[in-house]
């Protein structure tokens, strides 16, 4: 196995988030001990033209990180209870990310995060040279299906109907 390095987190997020499948999240906790998962569930978020995508709204300071060059960690809260952990892709200065949907043993975004110890305290963490959470490829590549995205209401038609969305068979 190897660490993916930043120049693969350089894809669009639509490109990058099937490639993530079969990657392994990372996360070494505070007793040093390591837990690894692989992906099965991706969903891609692109620019302030994609309504579902939290830049929609422009640069915030929440948003603020999906800025920067791909490779570092998106975390937030959701609905006040959910850590979400997304991927900044691209290049500097475009909005975009993937969120990891599905874990093997985990099929939800925050079930995933609660079983990795994956919290806020993580955002903006650089994926390439972290001590605490990287993803590792072991060069298993699954196949999938892609799909609509889901839990976005708010988007537009054309958005909601975008199949950005990646889930392992």
């Known amino acids: 196995m190897h660490r993916l390095p930043q120049s693969f987190y350089q894809l669009p997020a639509p490109k990058l988030a099937p490639l993530l499948l079969g990657k392994i999240i990372c996360r070494r906790l505070d007793n040093a001990s390591i837990l690894r ?4 569930e991706t969903e891609a978020y692109y620019g302030e033209t994609d309504t579902a995508c939290h830049a929609s709204r422009g640069r915030t300071p929440r948003t603020d990180i999906m800025y920067a060059s791909g490779g570092h960690a998106y975390i937030y809260l959701c609905y006040g209870v959910h ?3 997304n991927i900044v892709s ?11 949907r599905g874990v093997e043993g985990y099929d939800g975004p925050g079930k995933l995060t609660r079983a990795l110890h994956i919290d806020r305290t993580l955002n903006t963490e650089n994926l390439a040279t972290s001590k605490r959470l990287w993803l590792e490829d072991d060069g298993t590549a699954l196949p999938y299906t892609a799909t609509q995205r889901i839990g976005i209401d708010y988007a537009t038609p054309k958005d909601k109907n975008r199949k950005w969305r990646f889930v392992a068979n």
């Open 37 to 40: 998962f692989r992906i099965t």
């Open 83 to 85: 850590e979400m952990f």
């Open 90 to 100: 691209g290049h500097k200065d475009f909005p975009e990310a993937v969120l990891i």
